[in-house]
């Protein structure tokens, strides 16, 4: 042997930060990672902030993401899905990076997965998704287009005749959804697929899930896609599952528990339906069973609504909803930017079975001031 050098062994390390969500949690080489005490003491005074922040959303609308799961259970779903199976994925003409865990079959754990963004194939390699594209016939959700407008298009797909789409979708969902069930039938439910649509096709960016014949939930889950947020997707999607209720003469809520995205979600969507019909009818009296009739929104998440913001009020006797003018706009203006607005007369869809419109409520009517 005439020389010799010593390879410098390199490990990468699986991060979860404390006080984070595990979507953050990511694979890093041992060269971003650096030890700074002083950093860490102040890192700790953000996650106390972060956490005094959820407690205060959590007081507001209690919202338990273990609900129905013993101790046991959570452990073992947590230890089964701590490390994520596939680090990236490429859909369409965007690269992102995965949240969560998804039981994708082995063969497809990977750092980068590429999806074929009409049918929801996917591959390993690139090389095999540019082979499968240039013979890929399919341009959109393999259902009824049920709603268009000028940028976006829903479709129904029924997950029992289309059982391939409807799975693929769920897998890819599962790496931005923390779901607490890895596997399910499919079967029973309907999927609601939004796209944005231009001369090359339909562009999957999001979608909602509603089982068959529940007559409780209008909406089992929920998912945009991460390179599509902050484009008011999320409202739209819930605002169009209670657009569906309308049509189906009943009111309807979300399958609990939400995820913390899920909850400020529909805290915020709720709290601006409510305050707008509110705003839209100054001095009608209303109550709690006008408002669900004419939102199609639960009387129990209403109730929530009106006695967190301190609009249901109680004096002599009786209740009454304080809906002085400035006082309901601060708060619908607290509740961030609204969404894309559902065009109700561009749905075309009819209910699959006749519901009766189903009566909630608190009781009586509600007396409105504007001031007290």
Same mark, same amino acid.
């Given at each position: ?217 209008? +909406?089992?889950?929920? +998912? ?149």
């Amino acid at each position: 042997m005439i020389d010799g050098r010593e390879r410098k062994v390199t490990f990468d390390y699986y991060v979860h930060y404390v006080g984070h969500q595990r979507r953050n949690d990511r694979w890093c080489h041992e060269d971003e990672i650096m030890i700074d005490d002083e950093e860490i003491k102040k890192q700790f005074h953000e996650i106390e902030r972060r956490e005094r922040e959820l407690k205060e959303l959590e007081e507001f609308m209690p919202n338990n993401e273990h609900l129905g799961l013993t101790e046991k259970q959570i452990h073992e779903f947590e230890e089964a899905t701590k490390v994520k199976t596939v680090e990236y994925i490429e859909f369409g003409k965007h690269r992102v990076e995965s949240w969560y865990f998804s039981p994708f079959p082995r063969e497809y754990h990977c750092a980068t997965l590429h999806i074929c963004e009409f049918c929801l194939n996917f591959f390993v390699n690139k090389a095999e998704l540019v082979r499968h594209s240039e013979r890929c016939m399919v341009r959109c959700p393999p259902g009824d287009e049920i709603y268009r407008d000028d940028a976006v298009s829903m479709f129904e797909v029924d997950a029992k005749n289309q059982q391939a789409y409807c799975e693929n979708l769920c897998l890819i969902s599962k790496l931005f959804l923390d779901h607490k069930t890895l596997h399910y039938d499919i079967d029973p439910f309907y999927f609601y697929v939004l796209c944005e649509h231009d001369s090359m096709g339909y562009h999957m960016v999001g979608y909602f899930s509603r089982e068959k014949g529940n007559m409780d939930n209008n +909406l089992s889950c929920i +998912l945009v896609l991460p390179f599509v947020q902050r484009k008011g997707y999320g409202k739209f999607i819930v605002e169009f599952s209670y657009e569906l209720s309308l049509k189906e003469g009943r009111h309807g809520s979300p399958e609990k528990p939400l995820s913390d995205l899920g909850h400020r979600l529909y805290v915020s969507w709720w709290t601006q339906r409510v305050l707008s019909v509110l705003l839209d009818f100054p001095d009608k009296t209303l109550s709690i069973t006008d408002l669900s009739q004419i939102t199609a929104i639960d009387p129990v998440d209403i109730q929530y609504v009106l006695e967190n913001f301190k609009i249901l009020r109680y004096s002599g006797g009786q209740f009454f909803l304080f809906t002085e003018k400035e006082f309901l706009e601060s708060i619908r203006k607290s509740q961030g930017m609204p969404g894309r607005p559902v065009i109700r007369d561009n749905i075309h869809w009819i209910p699959h079975r006749e519901v009766q419109q189903i009566a909630g409520g608190a009781g009586g009517k509600l007396g409105q001031r504007g001031n007290q």
